[in-house]
């Protein structure tokens, strides 16, 4: 069983890691959209393939006032209880198991 709660640990450990990734990309992203930066740049096109499938849902939502959009908010929040959430799971079962 040590075993298998060292695998729920690894896995907690890089979930955590996948959502701070994703944080960083999408405050990159956030301050990338306050210059005029070229869309057709390679790198802010991998950019916006990785981050428009988390925001697109919530851009749906009339959440803009004037400029200022806050579906990344709310794309935050979101993913700050979805981290919580697996992370928290997997490190108390990790816990359980190694004893």
């Given at each position: 069983m040590y075993i298998l709660g060292q695998l729920l640990a690894s896995l907690?450990?890089?979930?955590?890691?996948?959502?701070n990734i994703?944080?960083?990309?999408?405050?990159?992203?956030?301050?990338?959209?306050?210059?005029?930066?070229?869309?057709y740049n390679e790198i802010?096109?991998?950019?916006?393939?990785?981050?428009d499938p988390i925001l697109a849902p919530f851009r749906k939502l009339p959440l803009q006032i004037g400029?200022?959009?806050?579906?990344?908010?709310?794309?935050f929040m979101?993913?700050?209880f979805l981290r919580n959430f697996?992370?928290?799971?997997?490190?108390?079962?990790a816990m359980v198991l190694m004893g």
């Open positions: 907690a450990y890089l979930f955590n890691m996948i959502f994703i944080y960083f990309l999408l405050v990159v992203r956030i301050i990338l959209s306050w210059f005029g930066v070229n869309p802010v096109q991998i950019l916006f393939r990785i981050t400029f200022i959009d806050f579906s990344p908010i709310i794309a979101l993913l700050w697996i992370v928290g799971v997997l490190s108390h079962y």
